[in-house]
Each structure stands twice: as C-alpha cells, then as structure tokens.
C-alpha cells in the first residue's frame, strides 16, 4: 500500500509559478512510475507528466517547456515545477503512483490539491 500527499497547490496570476510536491510512503518508492495528472471542471482528468524510475519524463503538449517533473527518492518524493501558468491550467492536480509486478498493476492516487490561474 502507497500513500500519497499532495502539497503546494494555491491562487497565482498568470504567467506566474508553483511547485507541487507528492510525499509518498513505502520503501519502493523508487520502483513506482509516478505521475501528475489534472482535472479541471467539467473535463475528463488528462496526464500532466509522468517520470519513470529511470527518471525518463513524458509531459502532455500543452505544458511542454513550461513544466517539469522530478524525484527524489531519498525523500520519496515526487515534484512538479510549474512556470507560465495559464488560467488553462487551473485545475485540481492528482499525484499517481504506478507499478506492474507480472500482470497486476498498482495504481494509487493522492487526494489533490487545487491549483487556480487567475487575475
């Protein structure tokens, strides 16, 4: 079982920056792909970015170059730096955390933190 807490989401005028961070429990934090993902109202939650526990990165393309994920796996912890913020990014982001051992997968979700773009 992984737990996962969120922190740093908050109100910010665009163009402007916040960083996220996932703590997570469990002592294979390391061996977890993990991943932001977002929701905004009305829409289906979407793929942010997702680091690998080789620590190769994939980010959807409307963040490119303005966000960026990393880890920490002495402090299992997960980040995602975010700059240019768009009112397009407001939305409520979820911290995940993934890994297959055969054919079972492992999926947990932290409870997410409110992130708001606006004047």
């Known amino acids: 079982q992984v737990q996962l807490v969120e922190s740093g989401g908050g109100l910010v005028q665009p163009g402007g920056s916040l960083g996220l961070s996932c703590a997570a429990s469990?002592?294979?934090?390391?061996?977890?792909?993990m991943g932001w993902y977002r929701q905004a109202p009305g829409k289906q939650r979407e793929l942010v970015a997702r680091?690998?526990?080789?620590?190769?990165?994939i980010y959807t393309d409307s963040v490119k170059g303005r966000f960026t994920i990393s880890r920490d796996n002495a402090k299992n912890t997960v980040y995602l730096q975010m700059n240019s913020l768009k009112p397009d990014d407001t939305a409520v982001y979820y911290c995940?955390?993934?890994?297959?051992?055969?054919?079972?997968?492992?999926?947990?979700w932290g409870q997410g933190t409110q992130v708001t773009v606006s004047s």
């Open positions: 995940n955390a993934k890994r297959t051992i055969g054919f079972v997968q492992y999926d947990y």
């Open positions: 469990g002592r294979i934090f390391s061996t977890y792909v």
């Open positions: 680091i690998n526990s080789d620590y190769t990165t």
